[in-house]
């Protein structure tokens, strides 16, 4: 991500927060289920450091709920930040999701 965009997001709003968790959360629960519907390939996993897809969302979901739980900061948002660009990896690579579409996707409807 690009600093100046990082920094602006980083002073950000709670409101801003929370919709990132929202859609984080979203796209978490999007990908179990595909996972248990079609898990992916082992080279995938082997790409974001797991054997098996479905046991890097475990933690994912906690650090979500922790971030929640400390509530906004310019910290937790950029830690934020960083488990967006992560699901965002994750859904181009495992999935074959257009980073433009992401937003839409797993945004407030």
Do not use: H
């Given at each position: 991500?690009?600093?100046?965009?990082?920094?602006?997001?980083?002073?950000?709003?709670?409101?801003?927060?929370n919709?990132c968790i929202?859609?984080?959360?979203?796209?978490?629960k999007?990908?179990?289920e595909?996972?248990?519907?079609?898990p992916?390939?082992?080279?995938?996993?082997h790409r974001?450091?797991?054997?098996?897809?479905s046991?890097k969302?475990?933690?994912?979901?906690?650090q979500?709920?922790g971030?929640?739980k400390?509530?906004?900061?310019?910290?937790?948002?950029?830690?934020?930040?960083?488990?967006?660009m992560?699901?965002?990896?994750?859904?181009?690579?495992?999935?074959?999701?257009s980073?433009?579409?992401?937003?839409?996707?797993?945004g407030?409807?």
């Open positions: 991500m690009l600093k100046w965009l990082r920094d602006k997001m980083i002073s950000g709003s709670e409101e801003e927060f919709k929202d859609m984080s959360y979203t796209f978490i999007y990908a179990q595909e996972e248990r519907l079609s992916s390939s082992i080279e995938v996993g974001f450091g797991f054997p098996d897809l046991t969302y475990y933690p994912m979901i906690d979500l709920l971030l929640s400390k509530g906004y900061s310019p910290k937790t948002m950029s830690e934020l930040l960083d488990l967006d992560e699901c965002r990896r994750l859904w181009a690579i495992a999935y074959g999701g980073d433009l579409k992401y937003n839409k996707t797993f407030p409807k």
